[in-house]
């Protein structure tokens, strides 16, 4: 996580990528499992920004967990939004805790994503919702991509749409992969 201790303040300044239109996408997957009220956990979601603008689209609580205190650090003083320290392979939250969790760009970042899986079925209702935003490794960007994040001492374990849903469904969590504009695909899943 070092490369992300140091670029914390980068990642403030321009990790609200998200436009209105990507946040009525985003939530639309979402509130199948989020009811008003409702509690939602970032996972991996650094300084926030998905998380405040997903807690006023769903009307609902939204937990950012992160591993690095230098980004949780940016998450915004909101009364819907808070931010815990920790990881996905080890969350600091009881049984069906949640009623979803998201992961957006960070899936790849996990350092044993069976344990984050098996984490996200713990923590998740029965019938909740897994929702993940990963990049395809395919390609010669991403083949590119993939090997400065592995320079950067990342572990860059990326799936495909096909195997991440393959995996999803071996750790108990059904669902579908969809293809996105650019290198990016969706996983929707149910916790059974």
């Not at 019938?127 to 991403?142: A, F, W, Y």
């Not at 990326?158 to 393959?166: D, G, H, I």
């Amino acid at each position: 996580m070092g490369f992300f201790n140091w670029a914390a303040p980068a990642f403030n300044k321009l990790a609200d990528r998200w436009s209105p239109d990507n946040i009525d996408e985003i939530a639309a997957w979402l509130k199948p499992f989020v009811p008003v009220g409702g509690r939602l956990v970032d996972i991996g979601g650094g300084t926030g920004a998905l998380a405040s603008k997903l807690s006023h689209a769903l009307d609902a609580e939204v937990i950012v967990l992160d591993p690095t205190p230098e980004m949780i650090r940016y998450v915004p003083a909101e009364p819907l939004v808070h931010a815990v320290l920790g990881s996905a392979e080890h969350m600091p939250f009881d049984d069906d805790w949640a009623h979803a969790v998201i992961v957006t760009d960070a899936f790849h970042h996990f350092r044993d994503q069976d344990a984050a899986a098996r984490e996200m079925a713990r923590v998740v209702s029965p019938g909740g919702g897994i929702v993940i935003v990963e990049l395809d490794p395919r390609g010669l960007v991403m083949r590119m991509i993939v090997a400065v994040e592995k320079l950067l001492g990342e572990p860059g374990a990326f799936f495909t749409a096909e195997e991440m849903c393959a995996f999803f469904g071996r750790h108990g969590i059904e669902g579908d992969c969809t293809e996105m504009i650019g290198p990016s695909y969706r996983f929707v899943g149910t916790v059974r």
